[in-house]
């Protein structure tokens, strides 16, 4: 990616003030972007923008109501214009067996991970519509394979695949693409932040497959896909193994990843 690749485009990336977030705002800014930043956390919101200056504007937003997204999509298209990317990035985690997990954790989990999401595209559909635009979804190697102890999770990641895949469809006669990226573990602090079966914060660290990735190698790789409006993203040797152990020979993948993270 260039710089200034992304000059005089407007792009708005929620859960911003996380690892792979905050390295998404960083390199638009650097490529000549305008960003509205979105994450519910406002002081390490507001420690960004302070970072990155004129060309980030933080937004204090739970994007879980449609309300919510529509005023964060309001506020910056009133200071940088109608959007031409949307990242939706937010996400979060959970760490228990599905027979001990509060029906409230998945909930939670889909309320962020999948409700999020679609409240912010709906919210932001008009104006990409205007600039045949790009909508960037980092899901994961969940949405497409399962995960030990992260049923809810897999569950908010295979529905965004089913809702935005269909969503491509209809959008791209009119010039909008939808790029699904799917990372494996990445280092950031998803798993320091995921709750356990009744909803409570910092659960111990998971084992994790394969080498973790670096937030700034993942964005560095989104922003490449966007910029060529791709599909898919598996941006790792890990995740693109995953994918086609599980398609292929999903009990050997089962096997595999209950030996790795079990």
């Not at 200034?4 to 996380?18: I, L, Q």
């Not at 509205?36 to 937004?59: K, N, P, V, Y």
């Not at 964060?72 to 959970?94: C, K, Q």
């Not at 932001?124 to 394979?145: D, P």
Request: glycine share 10%.
């Amino acid at each position: 990616m260039s710089p200034g690749s992304f000059a005089g485009k407007t792009a708005v990336v929620t859960g911003a003030a996380g690892g792979i977030g905050s390295e998404l705002c960083r390199q638009l800014v650097d490529a000549g972007a305008r960003v509205a930043a979105l994450d519910i956390d406002a002081a390490r919101l507001d420690a960004l923008a302070q970072e990155l200056g004129d060309r980030c504007l933080a937004i204090a937003c739970d994007i879980r109501t449609q309300a919510a997204c529509s005023e964060a999509i309001d506020h910056a298209a009133r200071a940088f214009g109608a959007v031409d990317l949307l990242i939706n990035n937010a996400g979060i985690s959970h760490h228990s067996r599905f027979a001990s997990t509060d029906a409230a954790v998945i909930e939670r989990v889909m309320d962020v991970n999948f409700w999020g999401a679609v409240h912010m595209t709906r919210a932001a559909l008009a104006g990409l519509l205007a600039q045949r635009g790009v909508i960037v979804v980092v899901s994961s190697v969940a949405g497409f394979a399962p995960l030990l102890d992260r049923a809810g999770y897999a569950a908010s990641k295979h529905a965004l695949h089913g809702m935005f895949e269909t969503l491509a469809a209809e959008l791209r006669p009119a010039g909008v693409s939808v790029v699904m990226v799917c990372p494996s573990f990445v280092r950031t602090d998803i798993d320091r932040r995921a709750v356990d079966a009744g909803g409570h914060p910092g659960v111990a660290k998971k084992r994790v497959a394969g080498r973790l990735l670096e937030p700034d190698r993942v964005a560095r790789q989104i922003l490449a896909a966007a910029q060529r409006r791709r599909r898919r993203l598996i941006p790792s040797a890990t995740g693109k193994l995953a994918f086609a152990l599980a398609a292929l020979a999903p009990g050997l993948y089962e096997r595999l990843m209950v030996r790795s993270v079990g």
